[in-house]
């Protein structure tokens, strides 16, 4: 893995056919993630973002429409992100490290939030699964 090599607007293929690929890119520019941990890491990232998603949505006919496709590639895109901020995550044993710490935990939850909606969404379920006893 090259670290601050320039990112190429590559195209993440998607092992499931009916599904789209996701250009690496798109991971930087919706997401706002920093170019500079190298493409290889990137496109390792969507990879497994998209091995997530695709089991969830397995009885969601394809391909998708093209409003489907779009919470696809978002799901995709901030389950890579909470991905990268997991494995970025800088704990030390000061209070400010154990803060950034918590904020890089509360920053994966949110992004796993949007994933689980966009998953809905797909799947056509209700966002909320809570049910009351």
């Known amino acids: 893995m090259l670290v601050h090599a320039p990112v190429e607007n590559s195209l993440?293929?998607?092992?499931?056919?009916?599904?789209?690929?996701?250009?690496?890119?798109?991971?930087?520019?919706v997401t706002r993630v920093d170019s500079n941990m190298g493409e290889a890491f990137l496109v390792e990232?969507?990879?497994?973002?998209?091995?997530?998603?695709?089991?969830?949505?397995?009885?969601?006919?394809?391909?998708?429409?093209?409003?489907?496709?779009?919470f696809y590639v978002r799901a995709v895109l901030h389950e890579a992100a909470?991905?990268?901020?997991?494995?970025?995550?800088?704990?030390?044993?000061t209070a400010s490290g154990q803060d950034r710490g918590d904020t890089v935990t509360t920053k994966a939850q949110k992004l796993r939030r949007i994933v689980n909606h966009c998953v809905a969404d797909i799947t056509g379920k209700p966002r909320n699964r809570v049910r009351l006893i």
């Open 12 to 29: 993440v293929a998607n092992v499931q056919s009916g599904l789209p690929s996701i250009p690496v890119l798109d991971l930087k520019a």
């Open 45 to 70: 990232k969507i990879r497994h973002a998209m091995d997530i998603i695709n089991p969830q949505i397995k009885d969601v006919p394809l391909p998708l429409n093209e409003s489907k496709e779009r």
């Open 82 to 93: 909470a991905l990268i901020s997991e494995d970025n995550a800088d704990y030390d044993t």
